[in-house]
C-alpha cells in the first residue's frame, strides 16, 4: 500500500478544513441556495447513498440546502440537510436530515419530516447536544409555530408535531442556519 506522506494529509486536511469554514460563513452571510457543488465530495456520496436506498419510491435529489455546524460541541461539523424536492415535501413540509460525520463518510443521526424554513440551531442543550428549531405548518396546521427538537443522546424526534418535540412558545436564543428561500 502506498504511504501518503504526512504533510500532504496535513495539506489536505488543511484544504478541507478551509473549504468548511469558507461555506459556513458564506451561508452565514447569504441566503441558502440549492447545494451540490459545496458539500464535501463524501457528504454527497453518502446523502447519495441514503435517499437512493431508503425509499425505493423516492429518488435522489441535488435541490437541497446545507448548513455546517458543530451541534454537540465536539470540534467537528454535522451537516444539516433541507431536501427542497417535490419528491421529498408534501403539505406539511419537507424532509430534514441530521449527519454527523462517521470516518471518510456521514452517518444519518435523524431524518426529521415535514419541516420548514427557517431552521435553528437553538442555545439549549440535551444530553450534549444543541436542541434544534424548526418551522411546522401546513398539512391541516393552520397557524405556523416553531417546533423545539431536543436530542435524547441518539437522536433528534423525527416529526416535529409530537412529542416529544414541543411547540416553542417565544422565541427561544439560537441562530438561523437555514432561512427560508427568497421567492421567484
Known amino acids: 500500500m502506498r504511504r501518503i506522506p504526512s504533510t500532504c ?6 484544504a478541507m478544513i478551509c473549504s468548511l469554514l469558507l461555506i459556513s460563513s458564506c451561508r452565514a452571510e447569504a ?6 457543488l459545496s458539500s464535501p465530495p463524501s457528504l454527497a456520496e453518502s446523502l ?6 431508503w425509499d425505493s ?3 435522489y435529489t441535488d435541490h437541497y440546502l446545507a448548513a455546517f455546524q458543530d451541534l454537540n460541541d465536539d470540534g467537528k461539523l454535522e451537516a444539516i440537510i433541507y431536501l427542497n424536492a417535490s419528491k421529498w415535501c408534501g403539505s406539511g413540509g419537507c424532509n430534514t436530515l441530521i449527519l454527523t460525520q462517521h470516518g471518510p463518510t456521514w ?3 435523524t431524518n426529521i419530516t415535514i419541516t420548514r424554513p427557517p431552521i435553528r440551531i437553538l442555545k439549549t442543550m440535551s444530553h450534549g447536544w444543541h436542541s434544534i428549531g424548526v418551522w411546522v405548518q401546513g398539512g391541516g396546521i393552520q397557524l405556523g409555530y416553531e417546533a423545539e427538537l431536543r436530542f435524547n443522546g441518539k437522536t433528534y424526534p423525527s416529526n416535529p408535531t409530537a412529542a416529544p ?3 416553542l412558545p417565544t422565541t427561544s436564543a439560537g441562530e438561523v ?3 427560508r428561500p427568497s421567492p421567484p
Open 9 to 14: 494529509r496535513i495539506v489536505s486536511l488543511a
Open 31 to 36: 441566503q441558502p441556495q440549492p447545494s451540490t
Open 48 to 53: 447519495k447513498h441514503f435517499l437512493e436506498t
Open 57 to 59: 419510491g423516492k429518488y
Open 107 to 109: 452517518r444519518i443521526v
Open 165 to 167: 418535540a414541543r411547540r
Open 177 to 179: 442556519v437555514i432561512n
